[in-house]
């Protein structure tokens, strides 16, 4: 999985959103215009190749205002769409450097 597959896709408004995605968002207070941008500035800090019906993967990013956010995209090589699953603003006690998941204790 590529990053710059996605990045290629939120450029070409081949962009699919799931209501999930859509409520976590709204409950976050997230625009859609900054969860692209903290892609497009972003990386892929985990890679789920197993998911159904299309691999995807968890993507760091920034906000405008630098506040970090995770996405989870999937994304269809065959037509070359993305899909935004699922988008929030990490809790830093789950969470070192925003790219790594913290030992359960």
């Known amino acids: 999985m590529d990053i710059a597959d996605i990045i290629e896709a939120i450029r070409e408004n081949r962009v699919r959103i799931t209501g999930h995605a859509d409520e976590e968002a709204e409950d976050d207070h997230l625009a859609f215009d900054e969860i692209y941008f903290s892609v497009l500035r ?12 299309y691999p995807s ?3 760091y990013g920034q ?5 970090p956010v995770h996405s989870v995209w999937a994304y269809n090589e065959q037509n070359r769409w993305a899909v ?6 990490p809790d830093p006690n ?10 359960e204790q």
């Open 42 to 53: 972003g990386e892929i800090i985990e890679v789920y190749l197993t998911d159904k019906p």
């Open 57 to 59: 993967c968890l993507v």
């Open 63 to 67: 906000t405008f205002s630098g506040d």
């Open 84 to 89: 935004l699953i699922t988008v929030y603003r």
């Open 94 to 103: 789950l969470w070192v450097n925003w790219r790594e998941r913290r030992e």
